[in-house]
């Protein structure tokens, strides 16, 4: 791991930072149960197992204080309606934010509380959007054509609770309505 202060670039566009530690390849086997479309979905994953989205992280300590960075990619797709999206997750250490900056293509973030709140952001180049401490995201791909990529950098102690958004779903979900990307309710969203 660096020991000292370093720098590093991040291709304004569709690329990979200049250096990396780990590359997390999640495919399609890894979102049971998170597509509305459950058909669609087995019928898909019974034909291939699809790269959704691959993350490059800039290994750090899991120390309070150090920041952990990277970049993610998410390839440009559907599930049925639903677009390629990642997992989502609340951080284990409920209150640590996160900053996301996109550098290509285009999407939207879902966000929520645990209490309820809900909000879904548009997320386009040159856009930062800051997730406050307490609030689960998913980045989702609102392209068909191209990739999303993204910079994030967020506490290295955060850790990440996937395990509530698996059983319960976000609240909210961005679906293509004519030939839009839409927000809408989920319709199976499960309380607690
Ligand atoms: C991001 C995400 C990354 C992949 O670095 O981890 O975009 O998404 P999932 O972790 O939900 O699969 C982040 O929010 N880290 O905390
Ligand atoms: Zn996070």
Request: hydrophobic fraction near 35%.
């Amino acid at each position: 791991m660096r020991e000292k202060p370093f720098a590093y670039s991040l291709p304004l566009g569709a690329g990979k930072p200049s250096v990396w530690d780990n590359h997390i390849m999640r495919r399609l086997s890894s979102m049971k149960g998170q597509y509305l479309d459950q058909m669609v979905y087995e019928t898909m994953l019974s034909s291939e197992d699809t790269l959704l989205y691959e993350v490059y992280e800039i290994k750090r300590p899991e120390a309070a204080g150090e920041l952990l960075q990277g970049i993610s990619i998410i390839h440009p797709g559907k599930v049925g309606d639903e677009y390629f999206m990642t997992k989502g997750h609340f951080h284990q250490v409920l209150d640590t934010g996160e900053v996301y900056y996109c550098l290509s293509g285009q999407g939207m973030i879902v966000m929520e509380t645990p209490e309820g709140e809900a909000e879904v952001l548009e997320f386009r180049p040159g856009q930062v959007v800051y997730v406050l401490p307490r609030w689960a995201h998913r980045t989702v791909n609102t392209s068909l054509a191209d990739d999303l990529v993204f910079y994030f950098a967020y506490p290295a102690n955060a850790g990440h609770d996937y395990g509530t958004i698996e059983q319960k779903g976000f609240r909210k979900l961005v679906v293509e309505r004519d030939g839009r990307p839409t927000v809408i309710d989920n319709p199976r969203w499960k309380q607690a």
